[in-house]
């Protein structure tokens, strides 16, 4: 059995810690802020905090994928040492890099006919596909060939739930998932809106709720209904948040008293900067397994 390398992207939206951990490579994508361009690094080169201030104030933020020349020098290393691949991207509900990415792919099988290359479109976003790594990449520990693990990914990559929410619409709005008038209404009376991902890997609108505490709750409801054992539910869960760590703290303080057989504590993660580009701060999403995301 050849051995092979599992990579990722930053927009899994784990920490560089937790990557190393795993022992698994990840390609930043990049931004614009102030129309400045700078990696996706994980927080490496600006913290989070300075990042969504400066989108308050005003600052443009964009965000532009990885292209196929950066997929082909981030892997043929790892091809040129004799190993196989298997890479994960954003969900293409969200991101086009999946395309940059398979484009990459043709090319590099040309150049090593004997290297086996999988690219796995996560259908999820975010510490949602960073829980998909974090899964496979136990499973490459535990003894998968890379078939194996390819074959896992494209089984069970529906069975990963995201729920989130945002206490603050200012940019939902501005990026159009959220319309103007909405956006006023919602501001006038606090509502809070939920959201998941669905079958397609695209972000959807669930629910309108007003107050925080409310929809902090709503979310923890939401896992209950899906979650895989329902309140014995004995798998990992992560949350990510954008420039919130007390609502993040919140969440996960009520995840862990109505789950008590969690695989260890939540996990929390600050959104990265692609991500966090589209959001702006005041989000915080919530991922775990759970029964087939079918819509």
Known sequence: MSEYVLTTSSTADLSREHLAKLRVPF??????????????DLWTSMDPHTFYQRMLDGEDSRTSQINM??????????????????????????????NSARAAAEELRKEYPEREI?????????????????KLAELRDEGYSLR??????????????????????TFYIRGGRVSKTAGFFGRMLNICPLLNVDYQGRLIPRDK???????????????EQHAQ?????SGKCFISYSDCLED?????????ERFPQ?????????????????????????????DLRNN
Request: hydrophobic share 40%; with cysteine.
């Open 148 to 169: 194996e693990l390819y074959r896992y990914a494209e089984d069970n990559k529906l069975y990963l739930h995201h729920w989130f929410f945002s206490t603050d619409l």
């Open 118 to 134: 999988y690219v796995v479109d996560s259908l999820a976003a975010s510490s949602g596909y960073g829980l998909l790594i974090d």
């Open 27 to 40: 390609i930043c994508f990049h931004y614009e802020l102030g129309g400045e361009s700078h990696p996706d």
């Open 262 to 290: 969690l695989d260890g504590k939540v996990q929390l993660f600050p959104i990265g900067s692609t991500i966090g580009a589209h959001t702006g701060p005041g989000t915080v999403a919530l991922f775990f397994w759970g």
């Open 69 to 98: 020349t950066e997929y082909i020098d981030f892997w043929r290393p790892f091809l040129a040492e004799g190993k196989d691949l298997i890479h994960l991207t954003l969900s293409s509900g969200i991101s086009g890099t999946i």
């Open 209 to 223: 709720i007003r107050t925080k505490k409310k929809v902090i709750r709503e979310t923890v409801n939401r896992m």
């Open 248 to 256: 993040a703290k919140a969440v996960a303080a009520l995840v862990e």
């Open 229 to 233: 054992g329902g309140r014995q539910y």
